[in-house]
C-alpha cells in the first residue's frame, strides 16, 4: 500500500509540473508572435507606398546631334526628373504660339531654326553660283568625280556650314524639261540631283529672284519649285503666282522673326524673257517699279524684328551703281529693310551705309565661272538690339574654284573694297565700321 501512494503522489507531482510548462510555453510564443507581427506593422507604415514614387522610366543615352559643320554637338540634359507638384517651365518667348503651330508655319513661309550661339544670330550671303554641266565650274567638278570641294574650298564651304542662315543667288533652273529661250544668248538649267550641292554648302536659303530662273521656261521654273522643297530649301523671289513670288521667307531663331525679301530689276523691259509672276501665272518678283516691293517690305517690318532684302539689279561688269540702284537702295531703307544686299553685275561693288543701313551693291560671281574674278561674302551678326557687326570676307574666284583669301591677296580686295566705298571704314579684317 505504501508503495501505491508513493506513485500516485508522483504522478500528482509531475502533472502539477507540466501544465504550468506548457502554459508558459504558450504564451512566452504567442508573446514572440505578436511582437514580429506589430514589428512588421510599424515598418510597412513607415515606408511610401509604392504607387506614391515618381515612375521612372529606361532611358537611353542623349544621341548628338549633326550640326551643319559636321561637328556633333551633345543634346543638353534635362536635369532630375521634376518632383511631384512641381510647376512646369513656361514658355515665355514672344513665339512660342507660333512655333507650336505648324500648319500656320507652313502657311505663311515660317521656319524655325536652332542658332549655334544664344546671345547672337550669323547670317551669310554670296552671290551668283551656276550649277549647269554645261559649262565649265559644274564640269570640272563633275570630271573629278562630283565632290563640290572641288569646286569651292573646304574651308570656304565650312565658313558656309558654320553660318546660322546662309543664302546665295540661284542663278538657273532645276529640270529636265523644258525648251530654251529663244534668241537669249545664254542659258542656264541643272539637273535636279545636282540641288543636293545646296545642302553640302550648307546654304539654308536661295534666291530665285534673276533673269536665268525662266531660261527653260514656265514648266522648268516649276520643276524648280519643286526640287527645291523636296531638298528643304526654302526660296523666295519667284513662285506659281505673284503672291507667291513676292512673299517673304520667315526664320525664327533666339526667339528673333527675321524676313528675307527678294525681287529683281532685271530685264528693264516691257515684255522681258524672264516673265513677271501674275495673279495667275508662274514667273519671278519683279521690281523695276518698285512700289510692291516697297509694300512687301514695309509688311515684313510690322510682322518681324529683321528685314533682309536680296535684289538683283545693277549693269553687268559695271563698277558703279547704275540710276535705279542708287533711288531704290534709300527706298528700301526707308520702307524698314535692315540689311540690303545686291548681285547682278558678277563683280563687286561698293559698300554704302544708308541711315545706319549697310547695303553692298553687288557681291558678284561666287561661284560661276572659269574667269579669274574678285568675289566675297558678308557675314552679319545680329541680336535683339539690331545689327551688332558687318563683315566683308575677300575670296576669288580663279579656274573654276572659288577659296578665301589670305595675306596680301586678302589686303588687296580690302584695299579694292575701300576705294569703291569712299567714306565706308573698312578694317584689315573686313568689318565695316557702323555709326
Known amino acids: 500500500m505504501g508503495r501505491k501512494k508513493r506513485r500516485k503522489k508522483r504522478k500528482k507531482n509531475q502533472s502539477n509540473f507540466i501544465m504550468p510548462f506548457f502554459l508558459t510555453l504558450i504564451l512566452i510564443v504567442s508573446a514572440g508572435v505578436f511582437m514580429m507581427l506589430g514589428w512588421l506593422y510599424l515598418h510597412k507604415q513607415e515606408e511610401p507606398a509604392e504607387e506614391n514614387y515618381p515612375k521612372t522610366q529606361e532611358t537611353k543615352p542623349a544621341e548628338p546631334v549633326e550640326e551643319k559643320d559636321g561637328e556633333k554637338r551633345d543634346e543638353e540634359e534635362d536635369g532630375s526628373e521634376t518632383e511631384e507638384g512641381a510647376e512646369t517651365p513656361v514658355d515665355d518667348s514672344r513665339y512660342a504660339d507660333v512655333l507650336q503651330d505648324e500648319a500656320y508655319m507652313a502657311e505663311h513661309n515660317i521656319y524655325a531654326k536652332e542658332a549655334f550661339s544664344e546671345e547672337y544670330v550669323t547670317l551669310l550671303f554670296a552671290g551668283d553660283i551656276l550649277f549647269d554641266p554645261n559649262y565649265s565650274v559644274m ?3 563633275l570630271q573629278n568625280g562630283g565632290d563640290i570641294g572641288n569646286g569651292i574650298a573646304p574651308d570656304l564651304i565650312g565658313e558656309m556650314q558654320s553660318a546660322d542662315i546662309m543664302m ?3 542663278e538657273f533652273a532645276y529640270s529636265d524639261r523644258g525648251a530654251p529661250t529663244p534668241e537669249k544668248q545664254f542659258t542656264f538649267r541643272a539637273r535636279p540631283d545636282s540641288v543636293a550641292y545646296l545642302t553640302d554648302m550648307g546654304v539654308d536659303i536661295v534666291s530665285l529672284a534673276n533673269n536665268h530662273a525662266y531660261d527653260y521656261g514656265e514648266q522648268a521654273l516649276l ?3 519643286q526640287i527645291l522643297q523636296a531638298e528643304g530649301i526654302p526660296y523666295v523671289g519667284a513662285g506659281v503666282n505673284e503672291q507667291e513670288a513676292s512673299a517673304p521667307v520667315y526664320f525664327i ?8 525679301i527678294s525681287a529683281t530689276q532685271i530685264e528693264r523691259l516691257d515684255n522681258p524673257d524672264t516673265k513677271g509672276a501674275t495673279e495667275t501665272s508662274p514667273g519671278v518678283f519683279r521690281c523695276f517699279n518698285g512700289e510692291k516691293l516697297m509694300q512687301t517690305v514695309a509688311q515684313a517690318k510690322e510682322e518681324s524684328d529683321f528685314v533682309v532684302v ?4 545693277g549693269t553687268e ?3 558703279e551703281t547704275d540710276w535705279l540702284q542708287n533711288k531704290q537702295a534709300p527706298e528700301l531703307v526707308e520702307a524698314g529693310a535692315d540689311l540690303i544686299i545686291g548681285d547682278h553685275p558678277h563683280i563687286l561693288q561698293r559698300i554704302e551705309i544708308i541711315d545706319g543701313v549697310p547695303v553692298i551693291y553687288s557681291l558678284g560671281n561666287f561661284w560661276f565661272n572659269s574667269k579669274p574674278l574678285d568675289t566675297g561674302m558678308v557675314k552679319v551678326t545680329i541680336s535683339e ?3 551688332q557687326s558687318f563683315q566683308f570676307i575677300p575670296c576669288q574666284q580663279v579656274n573654276c574654284r572659288t577659296s578665301m583669301l589670305e595675306g ?3 589686303s588687296r580686295v580690302l584695299g579694292e573694297m575701300r576705294r569703291m566705298s569712299g567714306n565706308v571704314q573698312i578694317d584689315e579684317d573686313g568689318y565695316v565700321l557702323m555709326p
Do not use: P, T
Open 408 to 410: 596680301e591677296e586678302k
Open 253 to 260: 531663331i533666339n526667339d528673333m522673326k527675321i524676313a528675307f
Open 168 to 170: 546665295l543667288n540661284n
Open 317 to 319: 561688269n559695271q563698277e
Open 139 to 141: 564640269a570640272k567638278v
Open 385 to 387: 538690339e539690331g545689327l
Open 310 to 313: 536680296y535684289i538683283h539689279w
Open 223 to 225: 520643276d524648280s519649285l
